[in-house]
């Protein structure tokens, strides 16, 4: 028989139980999208861009070697980035291998981290809701879930260059100068993760900032900005003197020259986009919030001009971020899609705060630009589900349940629209951020796996490296963008072979080979006079991009391995 004192504490907890599930299931949801975007599946696909072999190879040779200080790539110096990506992506593969799991932890951690300031940000300096619903907004965004999932250094340096200034800010506008301290170290990070480019966007968005407001000013100025400066040089500047000591004029050039100004002024490589290229990117990146970001510029700029509604100093923070970043990067010669990532944070807490505003009802359709934007959020939302219908039966051959991301999308899109056609938005976007989640789960558990079988170069590589004698070497001519992919799963040297001159003298050569190559260069090379066996084919993927997939659809490519006719190693007669 049960007791008093036992029903009467079952009563309570039953009583607590709805509040409980109210005040939590937000922060469970939110953590079981976080895992389905950075984390789930996060090792299952094999290298396909060239840059994340690259980058993976280069901290496996630092590994091998012991030398933590001067990256290496094919046993050569590679002078690209500086060497605190490689650093911190070196620790996992330690302990887990070189994988490509292991490769793509520190990212995906990374981004983790960006997530969590964003969301602490907003919380601090707007309201609890604005800093949930930006870290919503960020986890679901088409960046988020394409660079956490790449073993390349961008959420890295976002992670650490938008950490620092979220710790700066904080400081200035709540009076708590403490904080700015261990903002300036985490620049300082930034810098040794992708060089003097995060103090450069740091001093445009902070001149900016004081140019426009005069309360910005009073605040940013009031901070220590010189001891902070020295903070950042005492702990980045050693590296690069210690580069410029080893490496001297091959150093200047390598990474100063090539990889900053020259890159910027007048980069070597041709068909650059031009200036509308990032503004592109960011409207179709910030889907489905772009006219949410507009129209919260747009009743911003009104807003100041007719001294109706002045942007508080927080929002003007935002946008002098946003706009030094996109404005940096529109102006350099070389551009590519991910360079305006860090301005993401910022995007994401802007469209938050314009959220929350329609939520309080602090806003009027027929007075605000971004409840307009808003009121577009669903039906772009419903454009994107059909889109993505379409696309899936026409171009991939999925499984049924792989409609589940287009049918949630266009439910979502359809639920939206008729509550902010009622005037009725959710405290959250809840129907659109499930949409979503559900639409990266179809992309991990399908879309992924009908690329990966086209993705055939790192299998061949895996043969080269099963087959191939201790005596002989391996060579890749004319692959391009796989060559990374290519030399990583190999797991030796590699020699590059880009002309047929160079070709002819490795072929000619008494040297035992292995050479990777397209088919049609092979048929080439033959009827130029050489002698090579065919002793491996694969037929797969060329392209390394989804733009040239799209251009490509349908186009496959035999890929195989040579070696010097009837000369094969002894230890691959077998064959």
Same mark, same amino acid.
Request: glycine share 6%; net charge positive; charged share 15%.
């Given at each position: ?27 469970? $949801?939110? #953590?079981?999208?976080? !895992?389905?975007? *950075? ?12 840059? %994340? ?66 969301? $602490? ?12 619903? #930006? ?24 992670? +650490? ?35 003097? *480019? ?40 050693? $590296? ?6 080893? !490496? ?7 990474? !100063? ?9 007048? /980069? ?42 002045? /942007? ?6 935002? +946008? ?8 940096? !990067? ?10 305006? &990532? ?50 899936? %039966? ?5 499984? @049924? ?16 629209? @008729? ?22 789960? @179809? ?10 079988? +086209? ?32 030399? &990583? ?52 993927? $060329? #392209? ?5 997939? +799209? ?12 070696? /010097? ?11």
């Amino acid at each position: 028989m049960q007791s008093p004192h036992n029903s009467g504490i079952q009563t309570r907890l039953s009583g607590r139980t709805p509040a409980i599930v109210r005040k939590w299931a937000p922060y469970l $949801w939110l #953590a079981v999208l976080v !895992f389905t975007v *950075l984390f789930w599946r996060l090792g299952a696909p094999s290298f396909w861009d060239p840059d %994340e072999a690259h980058y993976a190879q280069t901290t496996r040779e630092l590994i091998e070697t012991g030398d933590w200080l001067a990256p290496q790539y094919n046993q050569q110096p590679f002078f690209d980035k500086p060497v605190f990506f490689h650093v911190l992506q070196a620790l996992p593969m330690s302990l887990l291998g070189p994988t490509e799991l292991s490769a793509r932890l520190v990212p995906a951690l990374a981004a983790l981290a960006l997530i969590l300031v964003t969301w $602490w940000l907003g919380k601090t300096l707007v309201s609890t809701n604005a800093g949930f619903i #930006a870290a919503v907004l960020l986890t679901i965004s088409p960046g988020v879930f394409a660079l956490s999932r790449y073993a390349i250094l961008d959420t890295v340096f976002a992670a +650490w260059l938008f950490g620092g200034v979220s710790l700066v800010t904080v400081a200035a506008l709540k009076d708590r100068p403490t904080l700015q301290y261990p903002g300036y170290v985490a620049i300082a990070f930034a810098v040794l993760t992708k060089g003097p *480019l995060a103090l450069a966007l740091c001093a445009i968005a902070f001149l900016l900032a004081i140019a426009v407001s005069e309360d910005a000013r009073r605040r940013l100025l009031a901070l220590r900005w010189m001891t902070g400066l020295a903070i950042v040089l005492a702990i980045a500047t050693p $590296w690069f003197v210690y580069m410029l000591s080893r !490496f001297g004029d091959d150093f200047v050039r390598g990474y !100063f020259l090539n990889e900053n100004l020259t890159l910027f002024a007048n /980069p070597p490589y041709g068909n650059q986009p031009g200036w509308s290229f990032y503004f592109r990117i960011l409207a179709v990146g910030l889907l489905p919030w772009t006219f949410l970001v507009i129209g919260r510029l747009v009743d911003d700029v009104r807003g100041a001009v007719e001294k109706t509604r002045t /942007p508080d100093t927080f929002e003007v923070l935002l +946008w002098s971020w946003a706009v030094a970043i996109v404005g940096f !990067f529109t102006l350099s010669a070389f551009k590519l899609d991910h360079y305006v &990532f860090p301005a993401a944070p910022a995007f994401c807490l802007l469209a938050a705060r314009g959220w929350v505003d329609a939520t309080a009802r602090t806003t009027d359709v027929r007075k605000s630009a971004a409840a307009v934007g808003i009121v577009l959020i669903g039906p772009l939302v419903l454009v994107v589900g059909v889109a993505a219908g379409v696309l899936m %039966e026409v171009w991939l051959d999925l499984p @049924v349940a792989a409609l589940a991301a287009p049918i949630a999308l266009i439910a979502a899109g359809a639920a939206l629209t @008729v509550h902010t056609a009622a005037r009725k938005v959710p405290r959250a976007p809840w129907f659109v951020a499930s949409a979503f989640g559900v639409t990266y789960a @179809v992309m991990i558990l399908w879309i992924g796996p009908a690329l990966e079988q +086209w993705k055939v170069v790192p299998d061949v590589a895996r043969w080269v490296a099963a087959h191939a004698g201790a005596n002989t070497e391996v060579a890749a001519y004319r692959l391009d963008r796989w060559d990374p992919a290519l030399r &990583f799963y190999v797991a030796r040297p590699m020699i590059s072979i880009k002309n047929p001159d160079d070709a002819k003298a490795l072929f000619k050569g008494h040297r035992r080979f292995y050479c990777v190559m397209r088919e049609s260069e092979y048929k080439a090379l033959v009827a130029d006079g050489l002698q090579l066996d065919v002793v491996y084919s694969r037929r797969g993927m $060329w #392209a390394t991009s989804g733009k040239a997939l +799209w251009r490509q659809r349908g186009t496959l490519t035999n890929f195989v391995v040579v070696t /010097p006719h009837r000369a094969a190693p002894a230890a691959d007669r077998t064959l």
